[in-house]
């Protein structure tokens, strides 16, 4: 089975830099994804990682580490239209069906405040 | 545009009722998926398609809920006798790598 963690809410100011943390503890691993999800829209997505390391996209980064089951989204320059909900997702093994189905977190609900 | 469109975006029923959503990626695509999101949940997987074929079911898929996808292109997914628990917002997604999500379908079941 597939278990994934990350905090219910958070808020940060904007401007700043946020941290959202997400760990997991899956029977297969191969990748984790971060979605960005505004209040009755579909899930966006943000980010993609494979392999251990930092992945860098304009004021988005996300962080892999595979030998602990962690991941996380860093925000930088935090703006107003940021809050929403962030989605970590992970894929298990290739399941022979040619399925890539994702296996979703709650999701962290992201308030940016003046 | 994630090329994916969905019809309706909204859709209200009694219990009981049969009710058939449609999604339509707008380039062909192999590989599309249908998932299922409640309130403060992310997301859960229904089922996934790889051109007509279904290959994969989720024990959420009950047997009041079917999916085709006729000719490879467009799917629909029917959920037949609707219960209250079945409102949520119905998701269809494509893309292999990285999944690409429409709008989504918001069902009340009321």
């Known amino acids: 089975g597939q278990n994934i963690d990350q905090p219910t809410e958070m808020t940060a100011t904007e401007g700043a830099i946020v941290q959202i943390n997400c760990t997991y503890q899956?029977?297969?691993?191969?990748?984790l994804f971060w979605y960005q999800q505004h209040a009755g829209e579909a899930p966006t997505f943000l980010s993609y990682?494979?392999?251990?390391g930092l992945e860098e996209k304009g004021r988005f980064s996300s962080f892999l580490s595979r030998s602990k089951g962690y991941s996380y989204l860093l925000l930088k320059e935090l703006q107003m239209k940021d809050s929403a909900s962030y989605l970590c997702a992970v894929r298990g093994i290739y399941s022979g069906a040619g399925s890539y189905q994702l296996t979703f977190g709650k999701g962290t609900k992201l308030s940016v405040i003046p | 545009d994630t090329g994916v469109s969905q019809d309706p975006r909204h859709k209200i029923t009694k219990r009981g009722q049969n009710v058939t959503f449609r999604c339509d990626p707008i380039s062909e695509h192999n590989r599309l998926y249908w998932y299922r999101q409640t309130l403060g949940q992310g997301p859960e997987f229904l089922t996934y398609?790889?051109?007509?074929?279904?290959?994969?079911k989720s024990r959420l898929l009950s047997d009041r809920f079917s999916a085709e996808r006729p000719k490879g292109s467009f799917s629909t997914l029917e959920i037949q006798r609707t219960e209250q628990g079945d409102s949520a917002m119905y998701l269809c997604a494509r893309g292999d790598n990285e999944q690409f999500f429409g709008p989504g379908t918001r069902l009340t079941v009321l």
């Open positions: 899956t029977s297969g691993f191969n990748g």
């Open positions: 398609f790889q051109n007509e074929a279904q290959l994969e």
């Open positions: 990682n494979v392999l251990d």
